[in-house]
């Protein structure tokens, strides 16, 4: 499965920004997915997965839950990540990915493949 993600800018402090990920090649439906993120001189970390029906979401701690949303499109073979209340440590190049091994409730970077290229998101001050 190819993705390609979108929806990054440049937003002020406290706005809002809605990612897309969109996936080509194989039968969208039959994949968990995930959103993960890179901060500059940072590791890439978990953000988000859900469920293949999308019934199920899971997030990665305290830092996003309550300000991120997750959800998927299966007709339109696309998942989103809602981001409000953005705060500079949000700062960071957004990547979707397809869960490979493990469950949802994997945060782990050598789980999930089929990475898009990213999208870059900047919150300023």
């Known amino acids: 499965v190819q993705l390609q993600a979108s929806g990054g800018g440049s937003v002020p402090v406290g706005g809002s920004l809605r990612l897309s990920c969109v996936a080509s090649?194989?039968?969208?439906?039959?994949?968990?997915m995930g959103w993960f993120r890179q901060a500059p001189g940072k590791e890439r970390e978990f953000v988000s997965s859900i469920s293949m029906s999308g019934g199920i979401t899971y997030y990665a701690d305290a830092a996003v839950k309550g300000r991120f949303t997750i959800s998927r499109d299966n007709a339109k073979n696309t998942v989103y990540l809602q981001m409000d209340s953005l705060k500079p440590e949000d700062t960071a190049v957004y990547y979707c990915a397809v869960l490979k091994s493990g469950n949802l409730y994997s945060r782990l970077e050598r789980d999930f493949g089929s990475w898009g290229q990213g999208t870059l998101v900047t919150v300023s001050s």
């Open positions: 090649g194989r039968t969208f439906s039959n994949y968990v």
